[in-house]
């Protein structure tokens, strides 16, 4: 036991596609159990989504859950029952007949009818309020999770299911999340694990209970990448991996710009800004966490196990003392040479090859990675002088407040201020946000514009790089209705229109990131 507790205990996130239908389960359970060799791990699930995530289980469950509402529909039950056919097929074609196989078809079952029953009686009193939905969509965590568990177990690892369902036994306010109430979720997280032994491997729900507010407004989709960096605070792990459908962080969505070069590692202030601006590869509040502990994210492949990912390393991050480097580091505690073809099966066991800072030695002058966030409305508003200028300010801000319209980037003069807001602002609460501005001036909307932001740590310290930035895009005959920088010293970012945006992603990244700048 005792060199069982001397293990580095890491922290495994899956994302819903890499447990989407048995096949993918299996794989994943492969890369649990060989990580088990070297590691205490604790699994983190997401729901299932046997494709892509806006057709997943969560999002069937809002689609529920919305249905409950309308009159004289039930077709919320023929949601539910898809839903447990679908659960039932992969328990068949993943889990071994036997004790496991009985317990965890009876456990499926009943969750599902207990879904039934939460949203008929919703139904009846006509009403889902916040927390029912948080409720209803954790269904989604507690399927997959307490498969996953049954799986393994057929298999003969000692795996617990842990259902986060009760996470949360206080009130808390929901205008006051902040750090008290993270804090208060990583002790409840270690009270829970603490109970498991050194020999069990925790399978554990991603959703983390009924956030005041509701999960899906105070920390959104994407919530389970969330739990997973408090529990590994909690812990003390040695890395958090969030395991996806993609290799790591790349220069630029590899999807839009087809040279983006994934990247060794990255710094967590710049993954936080290219998550914010549209790179959303891990959820934003995941960052601060495991910055505050010191602790590594690393992304990975879960179709992929043999890549080395990307490593989110935190500043004054210094490697265990096996390790003499993050090249060196591996969570498996031992120090193991570079990585032949044939040693990368193991997957936990890799070793980045470049800089610790998310550049290549002869990468040093170059921004990190570029992002682009779509669906962004621009509003300019002119003020007709009534008003001194903090008044004016103060009343555009408090007007947009009242709406809970959130603005991502702001360029001012005194008697004037753009501003990009977030995407999906309501519609209705935007008509009634202008009526109000239009109190303090004139207002112009620009809608179906994009906000391309260039991002790197070495940018605080690159002359001419702004320069570089807009004279590309002025070659593309790309049109910029807002420029702004310095708010964080490791973006520049830019309002261009939406329809241009694809080709000035291309062109920033590979003229500004791979250096291919032609005069
Ligand atoms: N800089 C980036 N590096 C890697 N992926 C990125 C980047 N920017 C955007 N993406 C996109 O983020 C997505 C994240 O992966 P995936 O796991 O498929 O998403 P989800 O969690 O939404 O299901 C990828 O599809 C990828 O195209
Ligand atoms: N299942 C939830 C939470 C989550 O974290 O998802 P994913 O791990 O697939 O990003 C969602 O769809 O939002």
Redesign the pocket.
Known sequence: MARAAARPIVVQKY????VGSAERMLEVSNIVKSSLDHNRVIVVL?AM?ST??AE?TTSRLLEAAKEVLKPNSQRYLDIIDIIEEGHLKTVENAVTKGPAYDDVVRDVKAECQRLRSFMSAAEVIDEISPRSRDVMISTGEKLSARIFAALLQSQGVEAVYVNLDKLVEEQFDEKAIDQTFYDYLTNRLTDILGKCTDTQVPIVTGYLGPVPGSILTTIG??YTDLTAALIAVGVKAQEVQIW?????????????APK?R??SSISPEEAAE?TYY?????HPFTMEQVIRASIPIR?KNAFKPEGNG?VIVPDGWRPPQHAESIEDFTPGGTRIPKPSAASLSTPPHHAPTSHPNGFAEDDEKRPT???IKDNVIVLNVHSNRKSVSHGFFAHIFLALDRYGIVVDLISTSEVHVSMALSPNVKEVKLERALIELRKYGTVDVIRNMAILSLVGKQMRNMVGIAGLMFETLAKHNVNIEMISQGASEINISCVIEEESAQAALRAIHDECILGEYVE
């Open positions: 994302g819903g596609t890499s997401s989504s892509k995530k997943g989709r994407g996806k459908e993609v290799d790591g962080i790349f220069t630029a969505d590899p999807r839009k983006a994934l990247l290219l549209g790179s959303e590869v891990i992304i990307t990675a570029v992002t």
